[in-house]
């Protein structure tokens, strides 16, 4: 078995100082269409900024790397142990290089590790068998900032009316976005999953951030009420950093879950501008990133 | 663009307004979750005693904090082996979570300015108007370009809450930021807040149509 490290370090590094093209672009569209002059049109402009200066330099574009979250998918044959051990000895390097802050800190004591790691969920890997020879592994690094954003509805929901269907999900999101303001970051990026258990649906509210941002829901359904709740989040007029203007988000991701009989939950996941998630292939001895 | 030095005077505090672009030098001290619970358990409710090296800090700090600024930040640090620190990612961290401290940590220690991200709450807002201080608001996830307005490490207070949580001494050169909250009872993100909930409501009242139930 190959041993991965050296590219996963790689990979954390990109994840960390380069943010994904798309999401350049959609902040440079968000930019463009507030008012010059304006608190929000500066506080884009120092962002597309930052996000220059980051990739140029090769330091974090925001000094919350956040929970470093792993998605494995590998063919039959790998090692689970073998590449989490891998995984955690990228991160601890990522750490020393400074592409990490240390940010895994008991939750009893609160002594900071200083290397990223701790326990089972620090990092957060998740390993899934695949056919064919590829290994896939995609990261995200999720700030704490906008994980304080995130919510979880249980419908119905009286004080919203919100009832048990799509339109009680739109009414539940509608509230999740504004109750997070700026806090999170905005203009944010909103992960949604429709159902589920309470821990699944919050897994899958970050899964569904791996999409990329022009990318349509493949359930029309769905991809009419992402379409429609973006364009209602921005009429909220919180705009980027909570200044007021026109983007609060840049877009919404909803998937959706069986659930039980007696649960229907909505749950959101908050994401920043700083949107960082990256890709790594491996087929052979060829490494790609995208 | 406001160019403001610390120490800040009671009269350069009372110019500024909200949406007020101000550019921030001086010496300045990063501190957030721990260190605001620490401060106010140990100093000013005195809940609990003292421990370790706690007087020693609290007295190094005191002249520090007067008339200047804390600043709601967990860098990422180089340099933590040989102890040459230097900032490389510095962005703001979310203020509200300091709003149960906040307005007492100002007034005990005389701070004048606040620097964070998402805005503070009305217990800060009125200790503002009575210390005088303002609330000022960086970029959120700006970490790379604010890192390059901070020229030097000064020293570092309580390293043992970790990096993140450590008090940072550092000298800023033209520090970038946005008043969201002044000293005469503004707040840009009440503003904010008020108008995003009326849009709410009204919205909260509208069918689905086009999408079947």
Redesign the interface.
Known sequence: MQDLTEGILELLRLTSTDLPPDVEAALHEAMQQEEPGS?AR??LE??L??VE??RK?S???????GTPIFYVYHPAGWSTQALRRQIEAAVVQATQK?Y????S?DSLN???S?NNLGGHYFPTVHFQEVDGETLTIELMLKG??SE?CGAQYSLPHTA??AGR???GV??AV??GA?QA???G?APGILGVAIGGDRGSAFFTSKEVLFRKLDEPNPDP?LN??EA?LTS?IN?????P????GKTTVLGVKIDSLHRLPACYFVTMSYM???YRRRKMTVAGDQVKYE | MVELSIPLSDEAIRSLKV?D?VALSGVMITGRD?VHKWMVDTFIKKTRPPQGDDLEVYNAIKPLLHSSVIYH??????GLDTRQYKF????P??S??EEPYQGAVMDHFKVKGVIG???MGPKTLKACQDVPGVYL?A??????????TVKRVLSVYKYE?????AMWVIEVKDF?A?V?MDAHGHS??A???A???A??QD??TR??E????
């Open positions: 608190a500066g506080a120092t962002i900024e930052n200066l980051s330099n330091t974090p574009i925001c000094q919350d790397t400074s990490l802050r240390p940010n800190v609160g002594k900071n200083g704490g900032g304080n919203l009316g269907d799509l339109a739109r009414k509608l509230d504004y303001q700026g806090q970051c359904q009419e009420l429609r209602e009429q909220l007029g919180i705009g950093m909570g200044f007021g920043c501008w700083a | 949406g672009t721990t930040c967990g860098p990422v640090v180089a490389v990612a510095a962005g961290t979310t509200i979570r991200k998402g805005g608001h970029i959120g996830g700006a970490a790379s370009l604010i890192a390059q809450f970790g990096v993140p949580e970038p946005v969201t840009l993100h503003e904010v807040e108008h995003s909930k849009v709410l919205l909260l069918p689905l086009s999408i079947p139930k």
